[in-house]
């Protein structure tokens, strides 16, 4: 299994140009997320969905799109990049226990920076 | 406004000596995680504790979990090398909402 696997590793963009982070799981989990993390600031959620064709907004989710059209993919849009937007971005999957034991399986992050 | 609020922010000690990470809020959660995250890794988890007071032992790692279920603490005996990382905690709640600390960043030198 190759767990929670992230597209591209590193982006550079120019500001207002637009860009897709792919997010894939094969754990079959019914729940994934995007985090984005900045120095000093732990990891803030954008965006999650709780299954297939569903989505919700998280923490800061102004500036990105998602989509889950598939179960195994998550995906994150930038439609205009902003040079607020350069951070560090996690995409996280997980299935339901339930009572706040869910555990996040994470990958290994897209390193983002918009000139 | 941070809704977790950890200390130390940073953290550089000699292999061997005990610490202790933070973890403070003013709201109350379902449960509390802790996570670590190496460089250019994701964060991985460590525990999870549920119930108020709850201790939990990892080898040489002791969760403690708030009374109110508001705050939390991780305490490493002996440190050593490897135990190098950022620790991170979430508190959860709203279902399966995640809210995470800025983190410790942990140093221990050999």
């Known amino acids: 299994n190759a767990g929670v696997t992230q597209t591209p590793k590193f982006r550079v963009l120019k500001t207002g140009q637009s860009m897709t982070l792919l997010c894939a799981q094969d754990?079959?989990?019914?729940?994934m997320y995007w985090y984005r993390q900045d120095p000093g600031m732990g990891l803030r959620l954008i965006h999650y969905s709780v299954g297939e064709g569903t989505t919700a907004k998280g923490e800061v989710p102004d500036g990105y799109n998602v989509s889950r059209l598939k179960k195994q993919n998550f995906l994150l849009g930038l439609e205009s990049a902003a040079p607020s937007q350069t951070s560090v971005y996690f995409c996280?999957?997980?299935?339901?226990?339930?009572?706040?034991?869910?555990?996040?399986?994470f990958g290994p992050g897209t390193r983002l920076t918009v000139l | 406004t941070q809704l977790l609020e950890q200390s130390p922010q940073f953290l550089s000690i000699q292999e061997g000596e005990n610490l202790t990470v933070y973890c403070n809020s003013s709201?109350?959660?379902?449960?509390l995680q802790w996570y670590r995250q190496e460089p250019g890794e994701g964060p991985v988890l460590l525990v999870t504790v549920v119930t108020g007071g709850e201790v939990k032992k990892l080898k040489r790692l002791t969760f403690q979990f708030g009374d109110a279920r508001k705050d939390s603490s991780l305490h490493i005996t002996a440190a050593q090398p490897g135990d190098t990382g950022l620790y991170l905690c979430a508190g959860v709640y709203n279902f399966n909402k995640f809210y995470f600390g800025s983190g410790t960043k942990l140093n221990v030198k050999p």
């Open positions: 996280a999957s997980s299935y339901l226990v339930g009572g706040g034991r869910d555990t996040q399986y």
């Open positions: 709201s109350v959660f379902s449960s």
């Open positions: 754990m079959n989990h019914e729940y």
